[in-house]
């Protein structure tokens, strides 16, 4: 069985989406937990009405929308990502597969066509993580990895508490945040937010499973001494020894895998002032990778040469673990439903592993999950740059909705 | 001629003006234009009249201590140095070059020795530049080198103008911020603030001038993506290719001058998240040595690494020039002076540039400026660890009074 999506309807609705909370340069500003996140979910509960869904919200705020199958006894395909946004972020990254999943439904309505599974369509609360930390929060309080009462505590920098916040925009749920029925399997679709497959010129991705990544930070203490008169065999500058970590950062995936990326992003100089030998740096390390052990070369690797760098430069160094998270490997009956489902549409397709984070990591402690990717021009992402052709988005979603469609088949 | 310091009232004064605005870890927390700074300025010029001197403010804050000459036509001898201090500083730091020449008065009086020339102590206004910029402010507007307006126009991060700050101490004087009479030289004495005087094991510095430097701030921009699906070859990191200038920064100086010094006191990151490349990172260079060409040299030496870092890493790079100062040569009347006066003391003295800028920068420009520098011990200053030695302090302080009286013979 083919599934047609309604390619029309399809891109008037993600642009419909793309309306609330739009950015006048044409990106998304729509924060979890924000006036916008609010309206956007009211129009989403509305679209899920009408689709003829039973619309369920849990204590997280998590959306549900389920449609019944043939044999309800058989576990529910749960279909879905996140309508929250970064901040001046695109109009794709989320809100499309929540789009695809709707668009399916709609599909399946007007073939008047009854599935063997049930399917469940989701709208994850708070994927991104910019305003309360860490990101994937619903489908990781869902999912048990989290604790809710910790999460519903969790405070922004303005001191607002996020419990307090969901309360607000009427979005806490009656119903438990963990799973209500009993789930055969999870299929999300998202854009790629890397260039691979654009730079192959394929038409969808077929997502193998999720980089693992280590997360952490050096400290690098130094003396705090003029700039003038303290000769240069008499500095320990902490700067200078964050800097030489920083560019082997750039150089260690270079020696370990093929996609391995290192990177820094957050630095913090004290006393930060033009005429003062700075006294103490922070710095963070980001490691991700396929392979458990390449990410744990890695961060040995960043440890040790912090180590050569201080005491080159005569400083003393610590460092913070923040954060580990093993890689994910998606399971076969997925990749297989999607690999199928491209080829059947006749579209090219490839595999790959996903270099960002998305819902369908705490899905695949519950289930079977998969995830299709849509290319993204550039590989951009997290901005108002980022942009997917409507042909592209639609491919994406067909393949998506044609392997959501034999996963849901017995 | 030979005048000698009263040692034990020398030590007791360095230790009264410690007390105002020390702290408790035996530091000095008296920044420009705080109530601190006003109580200092009280008790100093209680000093000032009690040792029989002609008191004048200058509408700048300036406060000068005048002593009659045997030939008022002779020019004056101008002695001092500073009484702020950095937040946390050293209690040696400027207020020693301001005890030593009110000591060396007390001695011309105790023994009723009439000088040549007159002579006068100057307390120069926010030497230390930390709430209000520049440094040496004071003795810059005095001899011309600021616009005295512009001066004080100027705001502290909480929007406080200099001027009302000026005012509340109740040290805005009415006399010009500009030399009164006619002035024969300049002698300053001044802790060290470096380890050259201690690492030869001298007991007093004859400062033969001060270094030039050259401030200017490099700004990368790069791409700011999702650290974790962006392959390593897509990447443009602003980080990356700052942290390669800052390690140039640090190897510069080795293929320039015996002395030359190279820092990087600031850097700012931007978004500056772990999980972002690093889209804007600008930092500082600054670079210092004796001679023009050479400071020259490395402006352009960190320039061409910025380019090339910048082409490496694939993005864009601008540059600031902040500041230029040129190298300043002290007169020989002033060093000769000096070494004689150590010389006939018994001292063992070396010549010296100071790596540091000091008020004496700006008497350069008007008259024969000289400076005398006590050790530091490690070269600590500008915090609580400053340290020198009474002896120290006492035999740089003989070594100023004594080269000063000598300046003030016909």
Not at 145 to 164: M, S
Request: charged fraction near 25%.
């Amino acid at each position: 069985m083919v599934v047609d999506i309604d390619r029309d309807r399809f891109v008037a609705t993600m642009q419909e989406q793309a309306e609330i909370g739009g950015t006048d340069d044409g990106g998304l500003h729509r924060l979890a937990f924000s006036d916008a996140d609010a309206e956007v979910r009211d129009w989403f509960a509305a679209q899920l009405t009408d689709a003829g869904l039973d619309v369920t919200i849990d204590e997280f705020g998590n959306m549900f929308g389920y449609r019944e199958g043939r044999r309800p006894d058989a576990g529910t395909v749960l279909l879905g990502s996140h309508l929250d946004s970064q901040p001046n972020g695109g109009i794709y990254d989320g809100a499309m597969g929540v789009v695809a999943a709707l668009e399916l439904v709609r599909a399946l309505n007007d073939a008047n066509i009854e599935t063997d599974h049930p399917i469940e369509i989701v709208n994850w609360t708070n994927e991104e993580g910019s305003r309360y930390q860490p990101g994937m929060q619903g489908s990781g309080v869902w999912a048990g990895t989290h604790d809710i009462e910790t999460e519903f505590a969790k405070t922004d920098t303005a001191g607002a508490v996020l419990e307090d916040e969901l309360e607000r925009i009427g979005y806490k749920g009656t119903v438990p945040a963990t799973p209500q029925r009993e789930y055969d399997s999870y299929l999300e679709l998202h854009i790629e937010q890397g260039p691979y497959l654009e730079a192959d010129d394929v038409d969808v991705g077929i997502v193998t499973g999720i980089v693992g990544f280590t997360w952490g930070a050096i400290t690098m203490h130094g003396e705090a001494d003029h700039s003038g008169p303290t000769p240069m065999h008499h500095r320990s500058d902490a700067l200078v020894a964050a800097a030489d970590v920083i560019t082997a950062i750039r150089r260690i995936p270079n020696s370990l895998g093929r996609r391995t990326v290192g990177t820094t992003g957050y630095i913090d100089a004290k006393p930060n002032s033009i005429n003062v030998i700075p006294e103490e740096v922070t710095f963070t390390w980001g490691f991700r990778d396929t392979d458990p052990a390449v990410i744990e070369a890695a961060r040995e690797r960043v440890l040790d040469e912090a180590e050569l760098a201080a005491e080159r430069e005569g400083v003393d160094v610590e460092y913070e673990d923040r954060m580990w998270a093993d890689p994910v490997q998606f399971a076969d009956a997925c990749t297989e439903a999607v690999g199928n489902a491209a080829d059947r549409l006749g579209y090219d397709s490839m595999r790959l592993f996903s270099g960002a984070g998305h819902d369908a990591t705490h899905m695949a402690d519950l289930m079977d999950t998969g995830m299709v990717f849509a290319r993204s021009e550039n590989g951009k992402s997290h901005n108002e740059s980022e942009f997917t052709s409507w042909d592209d988005c639609y491919r994406a979603a067909n393949t998506f909705a044609n392997a959501a469609v034999d996963l849901a088949t017995v």
